[in-house]
Nanobody, 122 residues
């Protein structure tokens, strides 16, 4: 069983920065994807940024020039550096780890954290 815990949320002014961390315990075997998603009330959860175990990254368009996702497989951690924050970045941010079968087949299994609140004041 994989457990996921986020930290680093808070309230900052627009233009500021925050660094989110995600710590995972348990067996996280490749292939896998570690990523950040966010959700605001009344809206679907959306992908913010993710990185595969091969180091391939993907970003939501509105954050790709401001956010940077990175992972440390030795420590089973995922980080999201968020710069130039905007009020529209306000959301609960969730860490998700998707682990696939060893041959890469199938949809994989998702493990989610409980989320951390990020609030950007204007």
């Amino acid at each position: 069983q994989v457990q996921v815990v986020e930290s680093g949320g808070g309230t900052v002014q627009a233009g500021g920065s925050l660094r989110l961390s995600c710590a995972a315990s348990g067996s996280i075997s490749p292939p896998n994807i570690m990523g950040w998603h966010r959700q605001t009330p009344g809206k679907q959860r959306e992908l913010v940024a993710e990185v595969t175990n091969a180091g391939i990254t993907r970003y939501e368009v509105s954050v790709q020039d401001r956010f940077a996702v990175s992972r440390d497989d030795a420590k089973n951690t995922l980080t999201l550096q968020m710069n130039s924050l905007k009020p529209e970045d306000t959301a609960i941010y969730y860490c998700r780890i998707r682990i696939f079968a060893s041959d890469g087949s199938g949809p994989g299994r998702d493990y989610w954290g409980r989320g951390t609140q990020v609030t950007i004041s204007s």
